[in-house]
């Protein structure tokens, strides 16, 4: 039996338990199931890539860290709006390739694409699957970019980074400066290279700051996928231009929300009296992005104090980017008020919003499993202090019966 006929064979089994089986002696076993886990874990994030047959796959941690194929294509979309033109898309380079998922998406839109990667193992995975995904155009090179002056004053139309985000010990990291390769360090090289750099970071970095580390950011995107937050995009530009803030959510159908990010941090909220007919709590990407009460402002909504960022209305405001609730009632937190709400309820979905207890000591002390029909937020409201609002999802928004959510 070959690698290729295990794999096949194999494809859908449960990893661990082949593992703990007995292999065939003439199959590489470690690569076998490397290649087993891999499909199965682009099979849900990558389908395009899943469908094509012999591709390799490198290990666990390189899958979990590339971007999925929602995210990938979106960033095709930035490309082609920054740079319109075939003339202006000579050539690109992504200069840490990794498993090159990025790559593969935007490679095509350019004449010439070259992919740097440090781990020679990376870059022979990667050279074959350019071959399978007919990328022509795309030359792969094991070097260090951080180093490698190859790249350095090259007439290239974009540069793509996605740095590391883990230090030598394997731990997490979360600042500009802490990821591998330091673009704070590199920016100015960066930006003498092409006139559009793309830099992926964590989505828990602090925007604030990361626009106090680097200059020339024109643009800000926080990309969700199925209402979770998954990438921050910063994209730098040779000239510089008033900075503007994306907020997406793929795979939905919620409208991007796009402003001047000076205009949309600069929104003060109204706030409610009393909680209206309809609750309303914003996508994960515009909570990242800090753009809620701009969003909120647009829809004439009414907030319900300053740090719970939920908002409400007598009116239905069916395109609202989050999540939309039909208010059934709300109340203090004494034993009379929360007999007289929730009754015999058995369960409800518990979500904590500027409160003074975690979902798990709430839901221990209100004797409620998870789930149901039943939204319960526990948060703080101008005027009526800790309030319990009880409600149900709002029928007509499409994307919130499609997310899963």
Sequence with gaps: MTNQQFITQHRQDDVRRLALGTLPEEIDARWCLQQI??????SRKLPQWAATEGLWFPPRLSLEQCSGQAAARYKCSIVERLLPTAT?????????????VDFSYMAPLFDAARYYEQNAELCRIAEHNFLLLGLSQANV???DTSVEPAWHNADHSLLYLDPARRDVGGRKTIAIEDCTPDVVAMQSELLQSAPVVMIKLSPMLDIRMALRRLTNVSEIHIVSVKGECKELLLVLTARQAPLHIYCVNLESHDAPFVSDAAAAWAVQPKFCDEIGAFLYEPGASLLKGGVQDAVAA???????????????SNILCPDFPGRIFSVEGHCGFSKGELRSLIGDMAQANLTVRNFPATVAELRKRLKLREGGDTYLFATTACGAGRVL???????????QAESGE
């Design 389 to 399: 609002i009880k409600c149900r999802r709002a029928a007509p928004h499409k994307s």
């Design 141 to 143: 090179v094991c070097a």
């Design 88 to 100: 202006q898309r000579r050539s690109m380079a992504d200069l840490t390739g990794g498993f090159g």
């Design 298 to 312: 647009h829809h004439n909504l009414l907030k319900l104090h300053r740090d719970s960022h939920l908002y409400t």
């Design 37 to 42: 886990e891999g499909w199965q874990l682009a």
